[in-house]
């Protein structure tokens, strides 16, 4: 099963921040917080991942909270290809398999 | 930079037939995962499979088999085809060895099963 949990839609209006929520509130210690999204009938996309400290590349940052129960994606200037289902993930590196959730289906309105 | 590649795109096949799919993996990577995605679902862990050994496995059936080449290209196979295998199937690939091992997995595009 899944260790996390998201809402299942979000809306977010285009050229605002979309901010997704994630917790994962039995994350162990040596577990890693990566986000995938899964634009419609593709394979799902890498974004990010992080351990404790925040992150940023060019598609996104990732919040993680101090007790790293909980976490944020943040998409700073959506548009509308940013709608996808996004998935929230908690993973041990060298752990061979991705155990995906439902995820949040983000719908960016024009 | 050549990403994670998938044969075919499509394809049909009726009960109890058999079928193969490929994956080539991104350029540098040694690893080859496979998933089942139902439509509506998450993807679902099939195995893993490295230095042409299958590393782990999920909850799959032995119906479900496959192969990892020298070149670390994977094929998956499914045997005696159930209306239940129609499905996105996904490979994703990642590097495990080395010092500057990188255990993200890069997923193709997938190979969408119809199975009448």
């Known amino acids: 099963d899944a260790k996390t949990t998201q809402p299942p839609s979000m809306d977010c209006a285009e050229g605002r921040a979309a901010n997704l929520p994630c917790n994962h509130s039995?994350?162990?210690?040596?577990?890693?917080v990566y986000w995938y999204r899964q634009i419609h009938s593709q394979g799902p996309q890498y974004i990010i991942h992080?351990?404790?400290n925040n992150e940023t590349n060019e598609m996104a940052s990732l919040i993680i909270t101090e007790d790293r129960k909980s976490s944020t994606l943040i998409l700073p200037h959506a548009t509308l290809r940013d709608t996808a289902v996004y998935y929230c993930i908690v993973r041990v590196l060298r752990d061979d398999k991705i155990i995906f959730g439902k995820g949040t289906r983000l719908h960016i309105l024009p | 930079d050549a990403g994670v590649t998938q044969s075919p795109t499509h394809l049909i096949k009726t009960r109890g037939q058999q079928v193969t799919l490929r994956c080539s993996p991104k350029?540098?990577?040694?690893?080859v995962s496979w998933y089942q995605q139902a439509l509506g679902q998450g993807p679902q862990f099939i195995f893993q499979y490295y230095e042409e050994e299958e590393r782990q496995r999920g909850n799959f059936p032995d119906r479900f088999s496959g192969h990892q080449f020298p070149n670390y290209s994977s094929e998956l196979n499914v045997n005696a085809l159930l209306l239940g295998d129609s499905a996105l199937y996904l490979c994703?690939?990642?590097?495990?060895?080395?010092?500057?091992?990188?255990?993200?997995?890069?997923f193709g595009p997938g190979t969408r099963l119809l199975v009448l």
């Open positions: 994703a690939s990642s590097l495990l060895s080395g010092r500057t091992f990188s255990e993200t997995q890069y």
């Open positions: 039995t994350i162990s210690g040596n577990e890693y």
């Open positions: 992080g351990l404790k």
């Open positions: 350029s540098g990577h040694d690893t």
